[in-house]
């Protein structure tokens, strides 16, 4: 399954389980404007609260496409646990694990491990 493909159908998972993420910044801003609607001398804050609130509303779909990367091996993961169970999650846990990628490289490539061994003395 392409890459855009998995990406394109989880957002539509989440949209049609009307999904909805809320950061930690955003737990904890609407808890200060339950504070600040509870206190009347932050009262004054409260406008600058909600705009920020506003703003980081806007943000959120930007979340996704900044965490793509992350979020696709980790659905990657998933989807291959579903059909092949542990094995299949560490199989392709592999494909991004970097310790794992030079182990590889070492082993399968004689010029890289004569250099490595090289550079360690």
């Known amino acids: 399954m392409k890459d855009e493909k998995i990406i394109s159908d989880f957002q539509i998972f989440l949209e049609k389980e009307n999904y909805k993420y809320q950061s930690e910044f955003e737990k904890k801003l609407k808890e200060l404007i339950t504070i600040s609607e509870n206190d009347k001398t932050t009262s004054s804050i409260k ?36 059909y092949f169970g542990l094995t299949g999650r560490i199989k392709a846990s592999l494909d991004t694990d970097l310790q794992f990628q030079v182990g590889l490289r070492l082993l399968l490539d004689q010029k890289y491990y004569n250099n490595f061994l090289q550079r360690r003395n």
Do not use: T
């Open 47 to 82: 406008g600058k609260v909600l705009a920020l609130q506003k703003d980081s509303e806007a943000a959120l779909p930007k979340l996704l496409e900044n965490d793509k990367r992350d979020i696709l091996d980790l659905l990657k993961e998933e989807l291959a646990s579903r």
